[in-house]
């Protein structure tokens, strides 16, 4: 296989790629606190020789993307819910979940049978020492520092933590992050409202032309696979010399 339809390859798999989290990106612009995806490309083609017709190798050389988070703050909007809680700076709120400690910018919190605090898939809420649990009927205060009051009487304080090294973090589904391997930092000039969520930070008409511009890109690929494909077939129906 010639090394232009393997480029011609890489490009199109490239363009799937961004078409993926441009679309991931649509179907999430109401989920509360989600972070919009992009993709990044770094084309090594031009460190590699021409001459180099080997499939896996020129596979293996072209870096077809990377995905980069955009942790922009989204607009908060007024739930009057006593539980629900949006960030205003960098952190994320924890949580407990079967397969470990997640991070979440999605605040929409309830309580269960028991009083403790949990999200809508049933995860618990954490605070600096653990769960958290409210007794039933009383009046919940959460103050901007993220304390958490029933009645005026302490009950917790949610845990807001933040990384040095944010892009590292891996998004998991369910509006999750995990965090392994980086380093917790304080938070600093961070707010918590009571009674607000934070909307996605998703902007509808860039991720809307941008896949119209790579759909048009992603097209014009699969042309010039078709040309070499013909071109190649072409070439070898010609009777050899020598």
């Given at each position: 296989m010639g090394f232009g339809i393997v480029a011609a390859l890489s490009g199109a798999k490239a363009r799937e790629l961004e078409l993926e989290v441009l679309s991931n990106n649509i179907s999430n612009i109401q989920t509360t606190g989600y972070k919009e995806m992009s993709v990044s490309f770094s084309s090594e083609?031009?460190?590699?020789q021409p001459e180099n017709k080997d499939l896996a190798t020129a596979q293996a050389s072209l870096r077809n993307g990377e995905t980069y988070?955009?942790?922009?703050?989204?607009?908060?909007?007024q739930t009057n819910n006593p539980t629900d809680?949006?960030?205003?700076?960098d952190g994320f709120f924890a949580l407990q979940t079967p397969e470990g400690i997640r991070y979440t910018r999605d605040g929409n919190f309830s309580l269960d049978a028991s009083g403790k605090l949990i999200n809508a898939r049933g995860d618990t809420v954490l605070s600096d020492s653990g769960p958290i649990t409210i007794p039933s009927g009383t009046i919940i205060n959460i103050g901007t520092d993220g304390q958490i009051t029933a009645d005026q009487e302490v009950v917790g304080k949610l845990q807001v933590v933040d990384f040095m090294d944010r892009q590292k973090m891996k998004p998991l589904g369910n509006n999750y992050m995990s965090a392994d391997g980086l380093t917790a930092t304080e938070t600093v000039n961070i707010k918590v409202l009571q009674g607000h969520l934070e909307n996605s930070n998703v902007n509808l008409v860039e991720n809307l032309?941008?896949?119209?511009?790579?759909?048009?890109?992603?097209?014009s690929i699969q042309k010039t696979i078709k040309q070499q494909i013909n071109s190649s077939k072409m070439l070898n129906k010609l009777p050899q010399i020598g």
């Open positions: 083609l031009n460190k590699h988070i955009d942790f922009r703050q989204g607009a908060a909007f809680v949006a960030l205003q700076g032309t941008r896949i119209i511009q790579v759909s048009r890109a992603y097209e």
